[in-house]
């Protein structure tokens, strides 16, 4: 059954009360519950139908036991791959993980040893850091490079003159593909550099590929791993057991599940693949549970109209919140985004250090947005605000924190 768009993204769903960390956990993360929540990284529309429906059906089933995902769940992940992103992945290669972040966690400490380089490329999602410091691991950052060109037209780059330099020392590197904060969808030609400087000094790349089915029509997404496969097949001796690109994927972030918990590690490489499975099978970590596993399957093999509608709705919200914000805003300058429902918020002309500047959205605001500080280098003196709402409420906020600039105390 395909479930074509009838879906209302502009309808207003009540969140509060439903142990919705981003609503109900306002008091605890901003310390007063009356701010527009526009922080952590999960939607406010409802899932696609077919979704719901899903669970609904299996909750019929009053047993909720151990389960097991099916071969059908792995077609379904593989049919998606090669259709949206045009890679062929094997059935093999497939590792399901209990999230992307625990993905992270558990590929740094399985496939590299206490004390190796792990690179970052700052301003980036926190989790990033924490993947190499929780392990014990050497955090070596390579920022990311703002090319200010103007508004709507600056955007961030690689520093790959740097990275050179600091692959040297590494063991891995972790990539934001999409990269979250800054929304950039890494060009094909970004990406190859990057799989020759991985080339050169013997360095696992782990892709994280959430955002990656979140990108807007001017750009495209090119998974990484796909690429450095292409590649190897133009070499001489084609082998994927060197290849050294891991990816995650989950349906999460594009389908607005992330609460269910249920991700994928590709990983072509065997030696890889069997030290990432030791070592979660030492975590004792039970991976799949009734809901997530019906979820996950459903998604994918539904879930694609659903995608080009929410793409279609969150693509008209952005056009006019930038459009807001050019009018209006005169002292904050925005990121375009090619990919992820994030916008970045250069708010540096407001000449605030990031407690202040803080203090002000929440306070004089009363918005609730991620501090850019939070995300390390280069995101001192940005908000990250989170546009995966009702384009009224978006709107909204946008209007609040024009009023709270033209009024502003601190
Ligand atoms: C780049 C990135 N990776 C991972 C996650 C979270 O993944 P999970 O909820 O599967 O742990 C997020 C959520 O915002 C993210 O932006």
Redesign the pocket.
Known sequence: MTHISTHSFDQNITREGTQSLKYDGRLTTFGRDDVMPMW??DMDFAAPKAITEALQARANHPVFGYSIAPESLYEALIDWLLAKHDWQVKREWILLTP????SLNLVVAALTAENSGVIVQPPV?A?FFSAVTNQNRRLIENPLVLQNDGFDNAHYEIDFSKLDASAKDAKMLLL?SPH?PVGRVWSKDELLRLLAIAKKYDLIILA?E??SDLVYANAQHQSLSHLALEAEKLSSSPTEEVHCIITAV?P??TFNI?GL?L?ALIVPNKAHRQAIQSHLNTMGVSVTNPFNLVAFEVAYREGGPWLIALMAYLQNTCNEAIAFIKMHLPTINVIRPQGTYLLWLDCRSLNLDDDALNRFFIQEAKLGLSPGAIFGCGGEGFMRMNIGSPKSHVMAALTRLKVALTTKSV
Do not use: M
């Open positions: 952590v990284a999230g992307v972040v625990p999602y989790p934001c979250n994280d959430i955002h989950s999460s972030k992330p918990g991700s």
